[in-house]
């Protein structure tokens, strides 16, 4: 499997970047509840639970990864190394907030790879409450392991905790292989994002035609 990245809105995400695995600090504490130990295809144990304080600088280093990897696929990305701590904590935030999760997938002391997850509501939909997945990690050496589906899994289960019946997730339309690898997981495409830049001397003549309902 290679990289997975985001769509040419906020979210983003990423499953096996060119990094290889980086070794966190061992959590001192996990946060309540939400831990899962799950078996990869490697028959090493994967324990996913929520993220705390001390998760934050390799959430961080793994985010600036994600940056420049899709500034090759999106070239008006800023630079990886522009990327806000708050960006990172602001992720944190939403967890602490109970308006979202911040997963991690751990080897032992090693953190393989994360998730962060917002819930939304959404006021065209009959089924309001959806979960987003913003970003999706997982490092080079554990792809094709059952990490990305692990960390999906436990932002399923905190949607269904919610109330939530959908969860939603999306690629660069430039990445054949990360939306392969979506339906895969059983995702389906449900909307296509257009944009073009403007310029001074590119304005449209007159307004496009309203079609009526």
């Known amino acids: 499997m290679v990289p ?6 906020a ?11 980086v070794v966190g600090r061992r959590a001192t504490s996990t946060r309540s509840g939400e ?5 990869s295809r490697r028959t090493h144990p994967v324990l996913v639970r929520r993220a705390c304080v001390a998760d934050l600088d390799l959430i961080e280093r793994l985010t600036r990864h994600l940056q420049e990897y899709e ?16 960006y990172v ?8 907030r109970n308006t979202g999760r911040l997963f991690v997938a751990a080897v032992g002391s090693r953190v393989v790879g994360f998730l962060a ?14 979960l987003r997945i913003s970003d999706l990690i997982v490092a080079v050496a554990w792809r094709r392991s059952g990490v990305a589906a692990a960390l999906i899994s436990a932002a399923e289960g905190f949607a269904r905790g ?10 660069l339309t430039q990445n054949a292989a990360a939306r392969r690898a979506y ?15 403007l310029t001074a001397r590119q304005r449209p003549d007159r307004d496009p035609p309203v079609s009526q309902p």
């Open 162 to 171: 919610k109330g939530a019946q959908w969860v939603e997730i999306t690629a």
């Open 11 to 21: 979210s983003r995400k990423i499953l096996g970047t060119s990094q290889r695995p």
């Open 183 to 197: 339906r895969a997981l059983r995702f389906h495409e449900s909307a296509v994002t257009f944009e073009r830049r």
């Open 89 to 96: 904590e602001g992720l944190f935030r939403n967890d602490s």
């Open 71 to 86: 500034r090759r696929l999106r070239p008006t990305r800023s630079p990886g190394r522009l990327l806000p701590r708050s």
């Open 35 to 39: 831990c899962h130990r799950v078996m």
């Open 117 to 130: 997850c917002l819930l939304e509501s959404e006021v065209l939909e009959r089924d309001a409450l959806r």
């Open 4 to 9: 997975l990245c985001s769509g040419l809105t």
